[in-house]
């Protein structure tokens, strides 16, 4: 267990998980990209060239509340 916190009700000991992104050739995790969103010519966003980090997902076991970290460069 850690001593993270919930910050909607306050509780001591968030859940460690992740989010998944199950799309279409995707690696299996969600990742934060740096900058607002661009779409491309097809409507995909564009990623080219832009810091990318590793989400980290903690949900609090009280009210299900998420926090969501971008941690590590991937």
């Given at each position: 267990m850690n001593n993270y916190t919930c910050t909607c009700c306050g509780t001591v000991g968030l859940t460690?998980?992740?989010?998944?992104?199950?799309g279409?050739?995707?690696?299996?995790?969600?990742r934060?990209?740096?900058?607002a969103l661009e779409r491309g010519i097809l409507g995909g966003a564009k990623r080219?060239?832009?810091?990318?980090?590793q989400i980290e997902a903690?949900?609090?076991?009280?009210?299900?509340?998420?926090?969501?970290?971008?941690?590590?460069?991937?």
């Open positions: 460690e998980g992740f989010v998944e992104d199950a279409q050739s995707a690696p299996g995790y969600a934060w990209i740096e900058g080219m060239s832009r810091p990318r980090r903690f949900r609090c076991p009280k009210c299900g509340h998420l926090e969501l970290f971008a941690t590590s460069a991937v």
